[in-house]
């Protein structure tokens, strides 16, 4: 229902664009609009998220709620979860190219992926001729907003055209006007020094698309016929244009003046004015002139204010002032024609009756301009966005439906070649481009171990390119693993990063315990006796956790393996340590931070425990565990992967999106262990929720896995998946699947004994 004037049911709006100490038509406009917005209803709470450019520092007011770095991913992150947690009922979006980072501003689609209410975009430029970039930024905030604002029929038809959007997806809504009374030029031109001149003005940041020089060039002729005629250019020069030249385009033009024998008839006022100031000078003004030098600008507040205060306006032919003229409140000429501009504002000051008859027209256009007119309109655009919001039915909270789905390999196979696996995938088609990893391949061989059934021959034949690639990446001479290699084979490193490193033994150990093939194994065994020394100097908590895992899995074949306990007893006791560090009060972790592969540490410590006897280690790392479920458990019940935007975020709860599909695995194997250990069935439960996760049992209820061969998309985001398909991804959910329809078969067994036989 549209609303009353002062009436709305629309609580919170976040309003994203510039403001004000920035210097730009974008912060003024988005300042004006904040104001009208909150004089036609001052009952609606407005939070303002101010752009702020490369290099700039602004002493914002107490209007703005926060700003955003042009530049800074994790701003455009802050930003969305901040709106979030406003319960804003709408986004008003001020889009400008240039203001939002990344290539034609496409950071800003990664604050509006996260934010929950609907979207609205005002979009103060419309390119008939984009860039692909720009094409597709537009594109794709046409299909996150509910409505896209143009302030002209133009913008209208040039989405249409060029952009395929549906006319029922734009709204037009004029530039708003200030509401100010009708008075003749002639009663403002005293205080400015104006007094017996015919006032010609220009105002905006300077700059040489604004064509001043076709101006300029037609004042010999104006002056000629009308020496009382001074053209009056108002505004400072463009802070960009400053910063790489300085003040030599203003110069040149005093130059040009100077040139053509009409310096004392041109009058340059350099400043960038507030509002009153600028209407001040607008009313003083006989004529307004905007002599731009191409179609391409859909919409001038200048322009949109000079019609509001009564001027008549001589204009070149762009887009806004062809529309914004048409009713006879202005003349168009050609661009670039400074005769014609001469001519017809030599007809006008020769015929004031006409010049009158003008400036009417233009007064009363204006009056449907106000901004109280914008902002009703706006506010019944944002009533009609929050109306067509799609509602989420929430589910009661419910147990996990223990579906048990059989692994399978055919999307391993397909990312596969003769080198390993590859990384990364457009859809479901590997992508060379990025060639493969260590990581990738550890996973992949320690997945194999773990096929079971008819597919073990497939699975151990695919086991022996992977430990070739691990064996490859093998670095003796300095002791580290290399983690990246083209599609050419070609190694871009000599060391990878210390979780390449972690992972490897990891796989290593999982191999030398797990392995079908006794070859396979001695293998593994012999490479983790070489690797192994060189772990003790890893210096994270998670690559400990990944050390230790691989060093335990030895243990399971071979108790007395002195490097391996040493690993055990080492990192497990520095996990602990590390744990009870950064234990405060509603923080039960390792670290300050959530990040990735999570559960590992809570995994690591219980089975450090579990070898060495710890009742501490075991009693810590379930506390752990159980705190971590706490924070990966939505509203309904359902896991929910710590999402890859709450990274860096220091003892805060974690952000939803993006969800990776490694989080779901790792829970999976530290809720089955933790079920092993203890009997009880929540760990049994928590397990079969991040299980449930890959198959729709998740915030979105979409599913994430393709089961038919084994695939899986890359994550979660806010309002659909990445339908990309990774190794990373593939495998976790493979990996789940097998630890889960393990789980299945053995669902009336009782749990496994602790293994004092591996104990110290």
Not at 531 to 543: F, I, K, Y
Request: some cysteine.
């Amino acid at each position: 229902m549209a609303s009353t004037i002062g009436a709305t049911r629309i609580k919170r709006i976040a309003l994203i664009g510039n403001s004000p100490p920035r210097l730009c038509g974008i912060a003024t406009f988005t300042r004006d609009v904040a104001k009208a917005l909150h004089a036609s209803f001052p009952k609606v709470d407005l939070d303002l998220y101010a752009m702020t450019d490369p290099g700039g520092s602004y002493a914002y007011g107490e209007e703005v709620t926060c700003s955003i770095r042009q530049e800074e991913l994790a701003d455009y992150r802050a930003a969305a979860q901040r709106i979030n947690d406003s319960r804003a009922d709408v986004v008003l979006v001020q889009h400008e190219y240039g203001i939002f980072g990344g290539p034609a501003g496409a950071l800003l689609l990664r604050l509006l992926d996260r934010v929950e209410a609907p979207v609205v975009v005002t979009l103060h430029t419309v390119l008939e001729h984009p860039n692909a970039d720009q094409r597709g930024v537009i594109e794709a905030l046409a299909r996150r907003a509910s409505k896209l604002i143009v302030m002209a029929q133009k913008g209208r038809e040039i989405l249409m055209r060029v952009h395929g959007i549906a006319s029922h997806q734009i709204a037009i809504v004029p530039h708003g006007v200030p509401d100010r009374p009708f008075v003749p030029a002639d009663s403002m031109q005293a205080r400015f020094g104006f007094a017996g001149r015919r006032v010609l003005l220009t105002f905006g940041l300077l700059s040489p698309n604004k064509g001043i020089e076709t101006m300029i060039r037609a004042m010999p002729a104006i002056v000629a016929a009308h020496p009382e005629s001074l053209y009056v250019v108002l505004g400072a020069t463009h802070p960009h244009l400053v910063a790489r030249e300085g003040e030599a385009y203003r110069e040149s033009l005093m130059a040009l003046a100077e040139e053509l024998g009409v310096a004392s008839s041109v009058r340059f006022i350099d400043g960038f004015l507030d509002q009153e100031a600028l209407l001040d000078y607008l009313q003083a003004a006989d004529v307004y002139v905007t002599p731009y030098l191409t179609e391409t600008q859909i919409t001038s507040g200048t322009l949109s204010y000079s019609v509001a205060l009564g001027k008549p306006v001589v204009s070149t032919p762009y887009w806004h002032a062809a529309e914004l003229l048409a009713g006879g409140t202005g003349v168009l000429v050609p661009f670039g024609d400074s005769r014609r501009f001469s001519e017809e504002i030599i007809t006008l000051l020769d015929d004031p009756t006409r010049l009158a008859d003008m400036a009417n027209r233009a007064y009363s256009a204006g009056r449907s301009m106000l901004w109280s007119a914008l902002a009703q309109a706006y506010v019944t655009i944002c009533e009609e966005a929050i109306a067509k919001r799609p509602v989420r039915i929430h589910r009661a909270a419910r147990a996990p439906s223990r579906t048990a789905v059989k692994p399978r390999l055919e999307a391993v196979e397909r990312m596969t070649d003769a080198t390993g696996m590859i990384q990364h995938s457009n859809y479901a088609v590997p992508d060379r481009n990025h060639g493969y990893c260590v990581d990738d391949n550890c996973r992949a061989l320690m997945l194999m171990h773990r096929i079971e059934g008819e597919d073990e021959e497939r699975a151990d034949r695919l086991a022996t390119i992977y430990g070739a690639f691990v064996q490859h990446a093998w670095n003796g001479d300095i002791g580290r693993f290399r983690n990246f290699m083209g599609f050419d084979r070609q190694w871009l490193e000599d060391e990878g990063s210390e979780d390449s490193f972690g992972r490897s033994l990891w796989t290593i150990g999982a191999t030398a315990a797990e392995a079908r093939d006794p070859n396979m194994r001695r293998w593994a065994l012999n490479l983790f006796n070489q690797v192994a020394p060189h772990s003790l100097e890893l210096g994270s908590p998670r690559t400990w956790a990944f050390a230790l895992l691989g060093a335990e899995a030895v243990l399971r074949q071979h108790r007395d393996h002195p490097i391996a306990r040493q690993l055990v007893r080492e990192f497990g006791a520095r996990l602990l340590e590390q744990l009870r560090q950064e234990r405060r009060d509603g923080w039960v972790w390792f670290e300050s931070v959530l990040a990735y592969d999570n559960a590992r540490l809570p995994e690591a410590l219980l089975r450090a425990g579990d070898v060495l006897g710890d009742a501490a280690m075991i009693e810590e790392g379930l506390a752990a565990l159980e705190w971590l479920d706490v924070k990966q458990t939505n509203g309904e019940g359902q896991f929910r992967a710590v999402g890859s935007d709450s990274f860096g975020r220091a003892y805060a709860d974690p952000l939803p999106f993006d969800q990776q599909p490694l989080e779901a695995w790792a829970t999976v194997d530290a809720m089955m262990f933790a079920h092993q250990l203890t009997g009880q069935g929540r760990w049994l439960d928590a397990a079969w929720r991040a299980h449930g996760w890959y198959l729709g049992e998740n915030d979105l209820n979409l599913p994430i896995a393709t089961v038919a061969d084994g695939g899986c998309f890359d994550g979660l985001m806010s309002d659909r998946v990445n339908l990309n398909q990774g190794a990373e991804s593939i495998l976790a959910f493979q990996f789940s699947c097998a630890a889960m329809s393990k789980a299945a078969t053995n669902a009336d067994s009782r749990p496994a004994e602790v293994q004092n036989n591996l104990r110290a």
